[in-house]
């Protein structure tokens, strides 16, 4: 059983996982978007979105902290100039997991791992919203008697017409 297993070890040495850590995360505030496997996706999740959370106060401690984990200064320089005015207003959440199917080689789950605000695509169709259309037909009772009188009025009338 695996009772407070918090941690997915990922097959690693904890300097190994640590050094893994520091530079998806890298990747993921440089670049904003990585494609990695689920299990390693899910691991940075819970790795960067504290460091995120710390950058909404901007001070020297902070920035201390972050870089003690990120060991890049243009990261961490890019995490408090660029993506904490954007996500200050949120609470959590800055990171979306898209799964995208299994890699051909091994068959390992593959996804990939985005900044939520820094999605442009997705930010404009959430923003759009289509008017709504309502589509009316007449009832079909209606109809059919506007039909019969339609077809067989001139019918009845020609009828008349012939017999008299």
């Known amino acids: 059983m695996r009772h407070n297993k918090a941690v997915n070890h990922l ?4 300097s190994h996982r640590k050094a893994l850590m520091a530079n998806m995360a890298t990747s993921l505030i440089l670049k904003k978007r990585i ?14 979105e504290p460091l995120i ?10 920035r201390r902290t972050v870089f003690s984990y ?3 200064k243009a990261a961490v320089a890019e995490l408090f100039r660029d993506i904490a005015p954007k996500v200050a207003s949120r609470p959590g959440g800055y990171t979306r997991i898209l799964k995208t199917g299994t890699r051909l080689g091994d ?31 007449r009832s079909t ?7 019969e009188e339609a077809v067989v009025g001139p ?6 017409e012939n017999k008299e």
Request: with cysteine; charged share 35%; proline share 0%.
């Open 107 to 137: 068959n390992a789950e593959m996804c990939l791992i985005e900044l939520v605000d820094f999605n442009e695509s997705y930010m404009q169709n959430k923003g759009e919203k289509k008017a709504k259309t309502t589509r009316r037909r």
């Open 53 to 62: 959370t710390k950058t909404k106060e901007d001070n020297t401690n902070n």
């Open 70 to 72: 990120l060991q890049d």
């Open 141 to 147: 009772g209606r109809k059919k008697a506007e039909v």
């Open 35 to 48: 494609f990695t496997t689920v299990a390693k996706a899910k691991a940075l999740r819970t790795y960067v």
């Open 11 to 14: 097959g690693r040495t904890s």
């Open 155 to 160: 019918e009845i009338e020609a009828k008349a």
